[in-house]
């Protein structure tokens, strides 16, 4: 079992910056792909970046540029530096853990969530 516990969101203006974390615990050898994923008032959790353990990284693309995923293991925690936020980038986010290979920004590749993160983007 892996426990995921996200920190660091809140509100900022247009074009400001916030770090996310997520610090893990359990059972992390078995982790494959760390990610984020953001979700809106719909059912539906977007995959924003994702970080394989060979450190590969994948973005959503209208992230790609400004958000960077980043794992420090030492500390077991994952990271997302957001940078040049916009008010559509606004949503509660999550880190996620996946144990077993599948699409890396797919939420079903994912079995362990953290319980997520306000991020508020004003004009």
């Known amino acids: 079992q892996v426990q995921l516990v996200e920190s660091g969101g809140g509100s900022v203006q247009s074009g400001g910056s916030l770090t996310l974390s997520c610090a893990a615990s359990g059972y992390t050898d078995s982790i494959k792909y760390w990610a984020w994923f953001r979700q809106g008032p719909g059912p539906d959790r977007q995959g924003v970046a994702a970080?394989?353990?060979?450190?590969?990284?994948i973005y959503l693309y209208s992230v790609e540029g400004r958000f960077t995923i980043s794992k420090d293991n030492a500390k077991n925690t994952l990271y997302l530096q957001m940078d040049s936020l916009k008010p559509e980038d606004s949503d509660t986010y999550y880190c996620a853990a996946a144990s077993r290979e599948g699409p890396r920004l797919w939420s079903s590749t994912y079995s362990a969530w953290g319980q997520g993160t306000q991020v508020t983007v004003s004009l």
């Open positions: 970080f394989d353990t060979d450190g590969t990284t």
